[in-house]
Nanobody, 129 residues
Framework: QLTLEESGGGSVPAGGSVRVSCVARGATQNPTVMAWFRQEPGKEREAVAARYPVSGNRFYADSVKGRFTISRTEDDGKTLTLLMNNLKPEDTAMYYC?????????????????????WGQGTQVTVSS
């Protein structure tokens, strides 16, 4: 059973930086895509960034392009890091690591929440103005 363990996060002032990391353990099948999502209270979970381990392709939500960088930190492709620079108060949310080890739904993209079948517990990022 694949488990995702997040670390990092915290509270920073606007303009600051935070790094969150995610380690995938126990996988008998390599994820086809790993991603970061975020969720504010009362709102839907939204995709922030994703990385495809095999191709190395990376994708970002428009709201974070140029500020966030998703990368892997180990060659096994199972450690995922999100470096968040120039943070804004609207980036405040619970950040979740996600992995997909099954086929994507028809028409699904890296942003399709329901296509991810493994989730971490989340780590809070709070940006003060």
């Amino acid at each position: 059973q694949l488990t995702l363990e997040e670390s990092g996060g915290g509270s920073v002032p606007a303009g600051g930086s935070v790094r969150v990391s995610c380690v995938a353990r126990g996988a008998t099948q390599n994820p086809t895509v790993m991603a970061w999502f975020r969720q504010e209270p009362g709102k839907e979970r939204e995709a922030v960034a994703a990385r495809y381990p095999v191709s190395g392709n990376r994708f970002y939500a428009d709201s974070v392009k140029g500020r966030f960088t998703i990368s892997r930190t180990e060659d096994d492709g199972k450690t995922l890091t999100l470096l968040m620079n120039n943070l804004k108060p609207e980036d405040t949310a619970m950040y979740y690591c996600a992995a997909r080890t099954k086929w994507a739904s028809q028409g699904g993209t890296w942003q399709t929440t329901s296509d991810y079948n493994h989730w971490g517990q989340g780590t809070q990022v709070t940006v003060s103005s």
